[in-house]
């Protein structure tokens, strides 16, 4: 800070001495210079963000493929986000078999590193413990896109922790499920993501994870820990070129999936867990299959011999509370 000082003049022993003899004033001393105020740096500007690195051609294609086929199914009525109403009843029984054929069959069967569509009987799997939840985003994706993202799937995690009584947090790391939303532009970075997750896992399973064809629209893949059915790990990875309806709608489904309503049912109304996408959006049937997997009177690893007259009993509890 700069300012003005002041000068002292100083008289010493010497002008005294002078006053008696030769009575001559001795003249002060110059004053002494104020110190150099040290020169004013310049402002350091901030560096500005490093642009949005361009889509390839295959990425811009998909856009265009997604751009359509979320319009068409618009067009078609499709993608509700109502949630359900009166034009899709459904009774308890109806939830009890629903709730068997998603929570307790798989949808792909894994053998020796290798992914195949094929619906086998499983068990009761889910969460044990809380849920700590990353979201990652590949770099061709931009900046508003992550916001938006981000948002919707925080608060989408933090309505399945509510439902299903799971503790559920968004973290920066240390996460066991984690959200990739991504270009295939970024495809060696989604693998490599995957990889550091996952270590060992199959390349054909990476494979599928990374390399979706195009009728796939996202994926996701839970790990259990050597019972076979807690999971330990989640990963769901979610296409950045779908627009914001359909990315909202595979969201909804994956993270969904990845608390262990793992297949689907053409049976299934109103529901998300059915190929046919009427529903985009976690209806209040799909709610009720989440409270249902994590009532505490099924056990997990729970045969679905064992699971299915209980989740019966469940159901009934449940559609009566909604019609009382």
């Known amino acids: 800070m700069n300012g003005v000082g002041r ?52 990425s811009r294609a998909l856009q265009t493929y997604y ?16 949630g359900g109403g009166p034009d899709a009843p459904y009774t308890d029984t109806m939830l009890a078999r629903n709730f068997v054929r998603i929570a307790l069959f798989d949808e792909f069967y894994t053998t020796g590193g290798s992914l195949r569509v094929q619906e086998t009987v499983s068990r009761v799997r889910r969460w044990d ?16 896109q992550r916001a938006r993202d981000k948002s919707t799937v925080a608060t989408y995690a933090a309505r399945l922790g509510r439902i299903s009584g799971v503790p559920v947090s968004q973290v920066p790391s240390g996460a066991n499920y984690h959200v990739i939303i991504a270009n295939q532009s970024d ?43 807690t999971y330990a790990k989640a990963i769901a990875v979610i296409r950045a070129e779908h627009p914001d309806l359909l990315r909202s709608a595979c969201i909804h489904e994956e993270l969904a999936q990845g608390f262990g309503l793992a297949n689907d049912s053409p049976l299934a109304r109103p529901s998300i867990f059915n190929d046919d996408q009427e529903f985009g959006l976690l209806t209040a049937h799909d709610e009720n299959l989440l409270r249902m997997l994590y009532d505490p009177r099924l056990r997990t690893g729970m045969s679905a011999a064992e699971a299915a007259p ?13 019609s009382s």
């Not at 413990?129 to 508003?144: A, L, Q, S």
């Not at 209980?310 to 909604?322: D, H, Q, S, T």
């Open 310 to 322: 209980i989740a019966r009993e469940i159901a009934r509890e449940l559609m009566a509370g909604e």
């Open 67 to 82: 751009r359509r086929l979320q319009n068409d199914l618009l067009a078609q009525g499709l993608l509700r986000g109502d």
């Open 7 to 58: 000068h002292a003049w100083r008289w010493g022993g010497l002008a005294a001495l002078s006053l008696v003899v030769a009575c001559t004033e001795v003249p002060p001393e110059p004053p002494t210079p104020a110190p150099e105020a040290p020169p004013e740096r310049p402002a350091v500007e901030p560096t500005p963000p490093e642009p949005t690195p361009e889509l390839t051609d295959e």
């Open 129 to 144: 413990r809380p849920v700590r939840m990353k979201v990652d985003f590949g770099r061709t994706v931009p900046d508003d």
């Open 187 to 229: 495809r060696d970075e989604t693998e490599a993501r995957i990889r550091d997750v996952v270590p060992n896992i199959g390349r054909n399973v990476l494979n599928a994870m990374v390399n979706p064809p195009r009728d796939q629209l996202c994926v996701v893949v839970a790990f259990s820990e050597e019972d076979g059915s």
